[in-house]
């Protein structure tokens, strides 16, 4: 599985994997999506574009975990899929990421939340270039 859910004191933590970035964060998006709901089932009739940007590329994982949690709470949808078209290093103290999330209006007889998220903190993501891969990680509460 490209992503780990390990519960712990502070609450769980969430870790996500890919041979790029974007890989990274998609997983750790559907990670997110699992721990809000039973995202397996869910089809893409909501389409909820997002643009986020951070000083760094650990900010910008928390971001767009929290931008997730965000539409998902504001517009009462389930999502069970994400796209990611770009990552970018804007210059030395920004990134930009657009995307999309997609997924379903909650409807209580069909749907059931699992977890209310209300923090997502301690992002970290390191990258191994002799192993191909990008390791991102949050704190989730």
Known sequence: MPYTLTENKGGIELRSEGTIAIDAFLDGGRALFSLMGDSEHLK???????????????????????ELVRHSEEQNILFGECSIASIQKVNDSQYLLTGAAYGEVCDAS??????????????????????HTVVCSAQIT
């Open 110 to 131: 069909k749907h059931a939340r699992k977890r209310s998220i209300k923090n997502i903190s301690h992002p970290e993501c390191s990258i191994d270039e002799e192993k």
């Open 44 to 66: 893409d009739k909501e389409r909820i574009k997002m643009v986020v940007d951070a000083k760094n590329i650990e900010s910008l994982f928390a971001e767009w975990l929290r």
